[in-house]
Antibody
Framework: QVQLQESGPGLVKPSETLSLTCTVS????????WSWIRQSAGKGLEWIGR???????NYNPSLYNRVTMSVDTSKNQFSLRLSSVTAADTAMYYC??????????WGQGTLVTVSS | DIQMTQSPASLSASVGDRVTITCQAT??????LNWYQQKPGKVPKLLIY???NLETGVPSRFSGSGSGTDFTFTISSLQPEDIATYYC?????????FGQGTKLEIK
């Protein structure tokens, strides 16, 4: 059974960079897309972007100039960096396995608060 | 972006009732639509993919239908454990987008 676990700081200061990692167990990162999704009270569920195991990425245009994703197949991990954060980036962040747009496996989520 | 509009935003029904939620897309998305269930404090769970295919292990009282711009999600006989918020999601185009959710409560 594939399992995903997000990790990273729960508190980030405004204007700084949010960095999260998702560790995959019970399966390989190779051969799949891996997505990041966030959920805030104000905006519901928002897809941030995805990365293929080869490193190819697709980002949400609304975040395009602030998002960077990377993957380390040797560690079975993929990562999200979101720069220049503001309070609007406060949300629960989820990682998920993306099979042609179908999000079948999700991590438990990690709450990130942007505050000084 | 393709906008997804769910209706209703909230719904109260009795155990055993048939419950229907609709989802409308601003563009033709063929059958590229998923339905997720999110129980309070929990992670979204895939129930239906490709508009009408039941994910493995999901009870058969859940079903989905539709294509193009109009989709329907149905619970044939509501159970107490079905209390949750339900979301549709299109994946015909990047970025994938979600409906705003339908909060289902028991009367």
């Amino acid at each position: 059974q594939v399992q995903l676990q997000e990790s990273g700081p729960g508190l980030v200061k405004p204007s700084e960079t949010l960095s999260l990692t998702c560790t995959v167990s019970g399966g390989s990162t190779s051969g799949y897309y891996w997505s990041w999704i966030r959920q805030s009270a104000g905006k519901g569920l928002e897809w941030i972007g995805r990365i293929y195991s080869s490193g190819n990425t697709n980002y949400n245009p609304s975040l395009y100039n602030r998002v960077t994703m990377s993957v380390d197949t040797s560690k079975n991990q993929f990562s999200l960096r979101l720069s220049s954060v503001t309070a609007a980036d406060t949300a629960m962040y989820y990682c998920a396995r993306d099979v042609a747009g179908i999000l079948g496996y999700w991590g438990q989520g990690t709450l990130v608060t942007v505050s000084s | 972006d393709i906008q997804m509009t769910q209706s209703p935003a909230s719904l109260s029904a009795s155990v055993g009732d048939r419950v229907t939620i609709t989802c409308q897309a601003t563009h033709d998305i063929s059958y590229f639509l998923n339905w997720y269930q999110q129980k309070p404090g929990k992670v979204p769970k895939l129930l239906i993919y490709d508009a009408s295919n039941l994910e493995t292990g999901v009870p058969s009282r859940f079903s989905g239908s539709g294509s193009g711009t109009d989709f329907t999600f149905t619970i044939s006989s509501l159970q107490p454990e079905d209390i949750a918020t339900y979301y549709c999601q299109q994946y015909d185009d990047i970025p994938p987008t979600f409906g705003q959710g339908t909060k289902l409560e028991i009367k």
